[in-house]
């Protein structure tokens, strides 16, 4: 799947499972404003010039060939560093390696490109969409209370 691609995927998710129910305009203004931007930033630094946005997943598993790691849990252990680093937030009400905002950005993308991955390989289910819609819709909700605060 290429930039383009991704990105066409991305905004079909969110205006068919995030937007119609859970997006405020603060919360597509986050998106937009944090999101996205660090998806080509650290999306390029991680590709190492492949066109195949997710090439860094399955380069990482192939690294580990023979171990039985595929790319998914590739991506949950990128995932859940970030959901532990917002957990410590939860906790301690402060993270120390970078501002909260950018774990919870980090989170959402990871969150979304959990669905490039899913339907790159045709495993993308309408159960599978929900429960991503719904991580999403949670993360951002922790965007609008950070602000409360």
């Known amino acids: 799947m290429n930039a383009v691609e991704r990105k066409e995927c991305i905004v079909w998710f969110l205006n068919k499972y995030v937007a119609p129910f859970y997006m405020s305009s603060r919360a597509k203004e986050f998106i937009e404003e944090h999101c996205f931007p660090l998806l080509d930033t650290k999306g390029h630094d991680y590709t190492q010039g492949s066109a195949d946005v997710n090439n860094n997943f399955k380069r990482a598993a192939s690294r580990l060939e ?55 390989t045709d495993s993308l ?25």
């Open 125 to 149: 289910t309408k159960n599978l969409e929900v429960m991503i819609a719904q991580w999403v819709s949670h993360l951002l909700d922790l965007v609008v209370l950070l602000e409360e605060f």
């Open 66 to 120: 023979g171990r039985g790691f595929d790319m998914f849990d590739i991506w949950a252990v990128y995932f859940f560093k970030h959901v532990d680093a917002l957990e410590t937030f939860v906790q301690d009400r402060s993270v120390k390696s970078e501002p909260v905002e950018g774990r919870i950005a980090d989170s959402i993308n990871y969150a979304l490109i959990l669905v490039t991955l899913l339907k790159e």
